[in-house]
Protein backbone atom coordinates (compact mmCIF):
# COMPACT_ATOMS: atom_id res chain seq x y z
CA UNK A 1 0.00 0.00 0.00
CA UNK A 2 1.16 3.34 -0.60
CA UNK A 3 -0.16 7.09 -0.44
CA UNK A 4 1.15 9.77 -2.39
CA UNK A 5 0.48 13.39 -1.38
CA UNK A 6 1.40 16.25 -3.99
CA UNK A 7 0.26 19.67 -4.25
CA UNK A 8 1.83 21.93 -1.41
CA UNK A 9 3.96 24.96 -1.70
CA UNK A 10 4.11 28.16 -0.81
CA UNK A 11 1.20 30.32 -0.76
CA UNK A 12 0.18 33.85 0.27
CA UNK A 13 -2.57 34.00 2.92
CA UNK A 14 -6.10 34.46 1.69
CA UNK A 15 -4.76 32.13 -1.52
CA UNK A 16 -5.42 28.66 -2.18
CA UNK A 17 -3.57 25.47 -2.21
CA UNK A 18 -5.30 21.56 -3.37
CA UNK A 19 -3.52 18.77 -2.26
CA UNK A 20 -4.03 15.49 -3.81
CA UNK A 21 -3.65 11.93 -2.84
CA UNK A 22 -2.65 8.88 -5.34
CA UNK A 23 -3.10 5.73 -3.35
CA UNK A 24 -2.16 2.67 -4.51
CA UNK A 25 -4.26 0.31 -2.59
CA UNK A 26 -6.59 -2.53 -3.61
CA UNK A 27 -10.42 -1.93 -3.48
CA UNK A 28 -9.81 1.79 -2.63
CA UNK A 29 -13.40 2.35 -1.83
CA UNK A 30 -13.42 -0.03 0.59
CA UNK A 31 -11.28 2.88 2.59
CA UNK A 32 -12.21 5.67 4.24
CA UNK A 33 -9.64 8.70 3.65
CA UNK A 34 -8.39 11.25 5.91
CA UNK A 35 -6.01 14.32 5.72
CA UNK A 36 -3.98 15.26 9.03
CA UNK A 37 -1.62 18.41 9.32
CA UNK A 38 1.43 18.62 11.58
CA UNK A 39 3.05 21.66 12.38
CA UNK A 40 6.15 22.17 13.90
CA UNK A 41 6.48 21.46 17.64
CA UNK A 42 2.66 20.50 17.34
CA UNK A 43 1.08 17.32 17.58
CA UNK A 44 -0.39 16.05 14.46
CA UNK A 45 -4.10 17.19 14.08
CA UNK A 46 -6.95 16.32 12.25
CA UNK A 47 -8.73 18.31 9.15
CA UNK A 48 -11.13 16.17 7.49
CA UNK A 49 -12.34 12.60 6.14
CA UNK A 50 -14.79 11.33 3.72
CA UNK A 51 -16.30 7.96 3.67
CA UNK A 52 -15.55 5.26 0.71
CA UNK A 53 -18.38 5.79 -0.79
CA UNK A 54 -18.26 9.93 -0.57
CA UNK A 55 -20.66 10.57 2.28
CA UNK A 56 -20.57 12.36 4.99
CA UNK A 57 -17.55 14.38 4.87
CA UNK A 58 -16.59 16.10 7.59
CA UNK A 59 -14.27 18.47 8.88
CA UNK A 60 -12.34 19.87 11.92
CA UNK A 61 -13.87 23.47 12.78
CA UNK A 62 -10.72 24.95 11.38
CA UNK A 63 -11.46 23.79 8.25
CA UNK A 64 -14.83 24.12 8.22
CA UNK A 65 -15.85 26.46 5.42
CA UNK A 66 -12.55 26.58 3.60
CA UNK A 67 -11.49 23.59 2.65
CA UNK A 68 -13.41 21.26 0.70
CA UNK A 69 -12.23 17.19 0.79
CA UNK A 70 -13.46 15.20 -2.45
CA UNK A 71 -12.28 11.35 -3.71
CA UNK A 72 -12.26 10.02 -7.37
CA UNK A 73 -12.44 5.89 -6.57
CA UNK A 74 -11.97 5.52 -10.21
CA UNK A 75 -8.75 7.18 -10.20
CA UNK A 76 -7.97 5.92 -6.51
CA UNK A 77 -7.46 9.65 -5.56
CA UNK A 78 -8.30 12.24 -2.77
CA UNK A 79 -8.24 15.46 -3.04
CA UNK A 80 -8.56 18.67 -0.37
CA UNK A 81 -8.92 22.01 -1.61
CA UNK A 82 -8.01 24.49 0.63
CA UNK A 83 -9.06 28.07 0.50
CA UNK A 84 -9.31 31.16 2.30
CA UNK A 85 -5.39 30.02 3.54
CA UNK A 86 -4.18 31.66 7.09
CA UNK A 87 -0.02 31.23 8.32
CA UNK A 88 -1.73 29.18 11.15
CA UNK A 89 -2.84 26.42 8.13
CA UNK A 90 1.31 25.96 7.51
CA UNK A 91 1.82 22.56 8.64
CA UNK A 92 2.72 19.48 6.91
CA UNK A 93 -0.23 17.57 5.58
CA UNK A 94 -0.65 13.86 5.57
CA UNK A 95 -2.96 11.74 3.81
CA UNK A 96 -4.27 8.24 5.44
CA UNK A 97 -6.75 5.41 4.44
CA UNK A 98 -8.52 3.37 7.12
CA UNK A 99 -11.73 0.87 7.37
CA UNK A 100 -13.66 4.10 8.56
CA UNK A 101 -13.97 8.37 8.53
CA UNK A 102 -12.54 9.41 12.02
CA UNK A 103 -11.08 12.56 13.35
CA UNK A 104 -8.54 10.07 15.16
CA UNK A 105 -5.12 9.28 13.82
CA UNK A 106 -5.10 5.77 15.36
CA UNK A 107 -8.33 4.59 12.91
CA UNK A 108 -6.42 5.12 9.70
CA UNK A 109 -3.92 2.18 8.86
CA UNK A 110 -2.29 3.31 6.18
CA UNK A 111 -0.06 6.89 5.93
CA UNK A 112 1.32 9.13 3.18
CA UNK A 113 4.69 10.47 3.07
CA UNK A 114 3.42 14.14 4.06
CA UNK A 115 3.44 17.76 1.39
CA UNK A 116 4.21 20.82 3.17
CA UNK A 117 2.60 23.23 3.06
CA UNK A 118 3.57 27.25 3.81
CA UNK A 119 1.34 30.24 4.17
CA UNK A 120 2.84 33.73 4.24
CA UNK A 121 1.34 36.84 6.33
Known amino acids: VQLQASGGGLVQAGGSLRLSCAAS????????MGWFRQAPGKAREFVAA????????YYAVSAKGRFTISRDNAKNTVNLQMNSLKPEDTAVYYCAAGPRSSAYSAAYDYWGQGTQVTVSS
Open 50 to 57: ISGTCSSP
Open 25 to 32: IRHFSDHA
